[in-house]
């Protein structure tokens, strides 16, 4: 049975850091593009920054410049450099991952940027 999960979320200010993880288990074959999302209160879950497996990035363009995803193929792991944080990047993050054309979420991790 395939796991995503999250960690790394946490309470910081505003201007702080934190690096979030998401390992995918429980697999005999590697996830081909992964991802993290986030929702904000009273907003719907969006697009944060993705991953393939050949490493191409794509970035939330208010996170451009302070978000940085990466990923450890070997592991299925991809991480989220988070610097310069904002309250406004105060949500649930969200690992998303395909495997097998089958996606799977983790159950998220909370990130809250104090003012």
């Known amino acids: 049975q395939v796991q995503v999960v999250e960690s790394g979320g946490g309470l910081v200010q505003a201007g702080g850091s934190l690096r979030l993880s998401c390992a995918a288990s429980?697999?005999?074959?590697?996830?081909?593009?992964m991802g993290w999302y986030r929702q904000a209160p009273g907003k719907k879950r969006e697009v944060v920054a993705e991953?393939?497996?050949?490493?191409?990035?794509d970035d939330l363009d208010s996170v451009k410049g302070r978000f940085t995803i990466s990923r450890d193929n070997s592991k299925n792991t991809i991480y989220l450099q988070m610097n310069s944080l904002k309250p406004e990047d105060t949500g649930v993050y969200y690992c998303?991952?395909?495997?097998?054309?089958?996606?799977?979420w983790g159950q998220g991790t909370q990130v809250t940027v104090s003012s």
């Open positions: 998303h991952t395909d495997i097998m054309g089958r996606p799977f």
């Open positions: 429980g697999s005999r074959f590697s996830c081909s593009a």
């Open positions: 991953i393939t497996r050949g490493g191409i990035t």
